[in-house]
């Protein structure tokens, strides 16, 4: 699937979402279309709802990815998804990644 394909897959709310999203975030750090698209559906309120284990949400999975491509506009858009989180979901994700601001974060994902 390309990543409009992926994108409307992830925005139907299909049972296979989740997935979806790990393929699109898996192609970030080779594809800015991908890492807006992720950047942009980390904004859908059923990705912020969907938790993966305890308070990570889909979402937070997304910003994560996002940071650990270390591309410019990966990291930019990290930044803006992490920015259009509530308050009190920055500070948990801030907590959760144990840093005191989004610009020191750097996950890395194997």
Not at 43 to 64: K, M, P, Q, Y
Not at 84 to 96: G, K, N, Q, V
């Amino acid at each position: 699937m390309d990543n409009a394909e992926l994108a409307r897959l992830i925005e139907s709310e299909h049972p296979y979402r989740g997935k979806a999203l790990f393929e699109l975030c898996d192609r970030i750090a080779l594809d800015d279309d991908a890492a807006t698209k992720v950047g942009l559906l980390s904004r859908l309120t059923s990705l912020r709802r969907a938790r993966l284990f305890d308070r990570v949400s889909l979402a937070w999975s997304a910003i994560i990815a996002l940071l650990a491509a270390e591309t410019v506009h990966s990291r930019a858009e990290a930044y803006d998804a992490f920015g259009a989180l509530d308050e009190a979901e920055r500070r948990d994700m801030l907590d959760y990644l144990e840093v005191s601001a989004i610009e020191e974060a750097h996950p890395r994902i194997t």
